[in-house]
């Protein structure tokens, strides 16, 4: 047996996990897989807790997402507790579970893959990083990180918590919008929009157009894709819809979230602490094969961008028509992740903007009247990392008995382990690998915003 | 060239990383001028076993004379990072709760961890018959350990996320030589809701209605949540969260649930507050699951498995 390479950990992602390629006596990858290497167990620890106090406990799953864990929670609990949010209390929670996707999306662009296009890949490790970024591009930079706090400051100033928050709670939403917030949150808003619609200019010119020939190759797979669009037209949606599952050959099944365990399984292997779901509905198995895959499809930015028949507002729709005539539907190749992610981050300022303008936003009336009781309840929606379902069963008293919690990332965790060995396949050869091979077989990580 | 820095996580969720960030535009002359980082996984591709994954199978950290920490340790990857962080840096910062107390994930420690662990690949979404991985993935610790329980830290900063400002804080006294300025008191003591004395209050009530105020009005105008009936762990809760006046929560208009750890650091949440309940004529029994009132701090031996009940085996 030839050589293991051990890339741990695995840089500029948003957890703990590592790749390692088995050579063989030659020099070529044998084998390759990416390990997530930590496990929590929330599902069990969130058992016996009284079922609205659960929101404000799993929003410690990601740091980074804590608005997705927190709503998707607050569903299921409302869904436990058979109550039904104030139409006001559930656009709250929307407009805030919108709001933090502009957030997510302008750091994982520009503070965690930029370095890789901006810098070049092959670049030396100690500059190829954010800070590198701002030394290169100050004024880009600058801006970035303004950008970024403002979408930032504007959760935190009304909700009181942008990181791990508190404000939605069973039943609704804990405080109603002021109009001078909703006024500030407007302008703030607008500002963005006008820096989302720059941002995808400026990588589409400085990225995608210069790297057109390393996105047709690096870590190229061929997968179905999962996503959440409007029940009714199909639209891309982030915070309620209905799930569509579309094979590699663009056709697809709709369904409830709430009957999800009817579609999808969770495989396990012995290398890594993270399941690998896969689509159980096409009775064909579970297979990471490169030629012929089985049961595998993708969630994050391109499965929505691939899986949507259309996006409901102008500028994002308009990008999506351009990125369609160009890489057709459902495109395939992994690095278009990032372009897909400027799209949604185009979508999450305008949808923003229209859930400010709706005319109850401000209304006080912002919590129905909940009773803790025994129930079922299962919350789904877009994290920026993918579908997120949180399941919880109650017992008499309100508290969790029983929790199954499939979260963004978890259903990428199979493609991400094709794109690595593809990845490294395609790259080492008779013993040569070096620094820059080694950076882009996670660079087909990284796309996956894992 | 600024002061050597290394930052690392464990069992975290990357909360503190991000509050990290939100320390906005002042942000950027401590990373590009005053500090030299040195090693960092989430914004840095410094690498344990060498760039290319050949160097050996000992993990391998740079010297730094700052070390910053997040999250607390729950398997073996996390304990040899964190000895390897104290061998390498001079002065090793715990941030965030789960790095000073455990935080959330040290919930595992009022059960019994590995059957729980194990349950994890029992839920109905998973192919029968499937167990807990065992191969390239490093095992797991009895419980989750706050860091210093392993290794000597120099410096505590808690909270579910630490304040910003606080993280400069400490950043910037480290630069110009002295002690950080961090708040000490509890997070009632820097609460401005309106207290009106004991009332009739004599039992607790879950937070599934919303507190009593008038949106219109300043936050000083909303009365106090015990006062209203919730539990509101402020009493027993170090102060910090506060970014605008009141505690954050409090500014959202929901009970605090203690992030900040403890207000004395080897104090007990749980216990403390207890205590101020029943002092105050309320009867504890109304309290559902007050061992999640050790949710952020159930490191240092606080939370513990329940003592099971011998159950006679019939004959």
Redesign the interface.
Known sequence: MGKVLNIQPITRIEGHARITVQLDDAGNVQDAYMSLMSLRGFEKFIEGRPAEEVPRIVNRICGICPWMHHTASNKAVDGCFGVTPTPTGQKLRELLQVMAHINDKILHFFFLAAPDFVLGPDADYSVRNVIGVVKAAPELATEVVKMRQLGQMMIDRFAGKAIHPVAAVAGGFSKPLPEEERQAMLRDTRTLLDFSLYALDFAKNNVFNRYLDVIGKLGVITTGFLGTVDRNDGSLRFFDGKQRLMKADGSYIDFEGADYLDYIGEHVEPWGYGKMPYAKVWNEGFSLDLEAPKGIYRVNTLSRINVCDQISTPKAQEALEEFRAAFGRPAQATLLYHYARLIELIYACERTIELLNWEGITDTNVRAKVEPKAGRGVGVVEAPRGTLIHDYTTDEQGCIKAANLIVGTTHNIGPMNMSVKQAASSMIKDGHYDEGIMNKVEMAVRAYDP | MGVKTSLE?L?????????L??I??A??PI??EHLE?VHA?????????G????QGLHLQLPEATVGIITGGV??E?HLEVLEEMRKKCAILIALGSCATQG???A??N??D?MA??D???Q?????PG?????????Q?LDRTYALDEKVKIDLQLPG??PNPAHIAEVIISLLENRAPNLPTKSVCDTCPTRREGKGAVDQVK??????E?D??QPISEMRCLLEQGFVCMGPVTAAGCA??GAP???????PC?G?YGPVRPKGNQMLDMMNALASNGIDTKSV??RR?ML?FSGAHGNLRPKKKVAVKEEA
């Open positions: 996580w069992s975290s969720c990357s909360g503190c990383e991000i509050s960030l939100n906005g535009e942000l950027v990373l590009t980082i996984p989430v914004i840095m591709d410094h690498k344990y076993y760039q290319c994954g050949d729950a398997n990857e935080g959330i994930p919930l595992m009022g059960q961890a729980s662990f349950a994890v690949y839920t109905p979404s998973t192919d499937a167990v807990r991985p065992n191969q390239i993935v490093p797991l579910c996320p879950r937070f599934i209605e919303n507190a105020f949106p219109a970014k605008r954050s929560c409090i500014d959202a208009r929901v649930r992030c559902v699951d999640s949710r």
